[in-house]
């Protein structure tokens, strides 16, 4: 029903920042409840954050990412975005947008993803 794309990844230096993408298509697109999440090589996909399409509405952010990383929405171009700031090479992981009927940080609750982009951030 609906289809992510996430765009904007690309290799980085510690303290850089980036501002990824994800374009979603589909009737209802702005129903659903959103989410980044990410996954580095080895570990579980864990949340970065959980958001709404609705301007002001609070997002929830993991601790690591939190004072750092900034969601935001632009109904009208159908585009979440997600800014990242003193990236760290922790952050380093493929980095997904997901859609799903209700706000959780549990990646197996979401029913639809992008493919992810890639975020490599060096020392």
């Known amino acids: 029903q609906v289809q992510l794309e996430e765009l904007g990844g690309g290799l980085v230096q510690s303290g850089d920042s980036l501002r990824l993408s994800c374009v979603a298509a589909g009737q209802g697109f702005a129903t659903y409840a959103m989410a980044w999440f990410r996954q580095a090589a080895g570990k579980e996909r864990e949340i970065v954050t959980t958001?709404?399409?609705?301007?002001?509405?609070?997002?929830y952010y993991a601790d690591n990412v939190k004072g750092r990383f900034t969601v935001s929405t632009d109904v009208a171009r159908h585009t979440v975005y997600l800014q990242m700031n003193n990236l760290k090479p922790e952050d380093t992981a493929v980095y997904y947008c997901a859609a799903g009927s209700q706000y959780t940080t549990q990646a197996q609750l979401y029913d639809h993803w992008g493919r992810g982009t890639q975020v490599t951030v060096t020392a």
């Open positions: 958001f709404s399409w609705i301007p002001n509405n609070v997002a």
